[in-house]
Each structure stands twice: as structure tokens, then as C-alpha cells.
């Protein structure tokens, strides 16, 4: 009963690891907005640095 349980588990860690990274494979319009916003956030520190 064990090993069909850490079957089990090892299954559903690997589908779960299979599907992270094929949802990671494209970046959506949030991601990019995001990066967008880092972009701005950053050169506005700079700005007030200087």
C-alpha cells in the first residue's frame, strides 16, 4: 500500500512539473505589463538618485 501511494505522488509531482513549464513557456499581456511597470519603477529610483 506504500509504494502505490508514492507512486501515486510521484505521478501527480511529475503532471504537476510537466504543466509548470508548459504554462511558463509564453509570456501574457500581464507579464509584459509587468515587466513594464519594473522598467518604470527602476528608472524612476534613478532619477531620483541623481
Known sequence: MKKFKIIVLLGLLC???AFATIGCEKEGPLE???KKVDE???SAKEAVDK
Open 15 to 17: 503532471s504537476f512539473l
Open 32 to 34: 509584459k505589463a509587468g
Open 40 to 42: 518604470t519603477v527602476d
